[in-house]
């Protein structure tokens, strides 16, 4: 049987993106009628998280159950992957109990690996590398509020890691432009996640200058999950990069700001900004259950008729 994984932003192409949009659209709306929908009737989601989560275990579990499906939360800490069972061998056994996978963890190669032994679809919940759900609620985000995001210009603002990796990636497949600016030594690296042309981003060593212009400008946490021990050396090597009311007026007038979430204010964001009318971080959380209840009935069910 022919399935897709979605394991990295470039795993699906432009229009499968417009698809799983106009049905996200179509879902969210039916929900906010409080209408029942349920394509997924008997299919089981397993959801395997190996670092914390609050949104995507919650978007993921609520989503499959609105799709009147089921979904089962196991923590690597808790089943046997926890003990050193090969990944390969959890995935052949958890894929014959269930419909589709969902995987948090660390290093990109254990979702690889878990796919390339799996019967059914797998999702990328976060890995180190890539955080292609939440790019993709992003980009339904930015769109539902300015029509579309080809041809914009997106500010990424701090660490090039997970977010900023699949910002990357979109900007090839939206066709738009990402001026990226780390820290010295935090360096994006191109040719690691398909990169071969620079066509679709550019580096400034100043925040500021990135930011000039921008349609949207975005940020995320200094330390991400898994890299705690470099908590206090980034602090210091991060300190010019918070996105303050002062580095937002010199984007456009109307840009957005955005931040996956959780966030730390008076670091890598102000309070200001965060809470401040250019910010959509709350639709963007929300728009995770709608684009993700849209991607789950894409992976199961392909592309429904009249569609
Ligand atoms: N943005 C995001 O993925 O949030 P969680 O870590 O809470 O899932
Ligand atoms: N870059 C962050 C995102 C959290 C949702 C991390 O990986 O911890």
Redesign the pocket.
């Known amino acids: 049987m022919q399935f897709k994984h979605f394991l990295q932003f470039s795993d699906f192409n432009r229009e499968e993106y417009e698809y799983i949009f106009e049905r996200a659209r179509w879902i969210k709306h039916e929900f906010k009628q409080y209408r029942q929908y349920w394509p997924l009737t008997d299919r089981t989601l397993a959801m395997i998280f190996d ?1 914390n ?1 609050t ?2 275990r919650l978007s993921f579990e609520a989503g499959m159950l609105q799709l009147g499906g089921a979904a089962i939360y196991l923590s690597t800490r808790d089943t046997q992957l926890g003990r050193g069972e090969p990944v390969e061998d959890a995935a052949k056994v958890i894929s014959r109990m269930v419909d589709l996978i969902m995987i948090r963890t660390y290093e990109h190669d254990i979702i690889k690996r878990f796919a390339e032994n799996s019967r059914v679809p797998v999702i990328n919940g ?1 890995t ?1 590398k890539y ?1 292609p759900c ?1 790019i993709m609620s992003d980009i339904f985000t930015y769109t539902e509020y300015r029509g579309g995001i080809s041809g914009k210009i997106v500010a990424w603002i701090g ?1 090039a ?3 900023c990796n699949t910002w990357l990636q979109a900007a090839k497949i939206f066709d738009f432009k990402v001026h990226v600016s780390t820290p010295p030594g935090y360096d994006i690296c191109p040719e690691q996640i398909g990169l071969i042309d620079a066509t679709h981003y550019e580096i400034f060593s100043s925040p500021r200058k990135a930011v000039m212009g921008a349609d949207l400008v975005t940020t ?2 200094w ?4 890299f705690e021990e470099e908590t206090e050396q980034r602090k210091n090597d991060f300190a010019e990069f918070c996105v303050n009311a002062e580095m937002m007026a010199l984007a456009k007038k109307d840009a957005l700001f955005m931040h ?3 966030a730390h204010r008076g670091e890598e964001v102000s309070a200001e900004v965060l809470e401040g009318p250019q910010s959509v971080v709350w639709d963007e959380a929300e728009n995770r259950l709608h684009t993700q209840k849209a991607l789950m009935e894409y992976l199961l069910l392909g592309k429904l008729a009249g569609n």
């Open positions: 670092k989560s949104r995507t976060l180190d955080h939440q660490d890691n997970n977010m995320d946490v330390t991400s999950m898994g996956c979430l959780p």
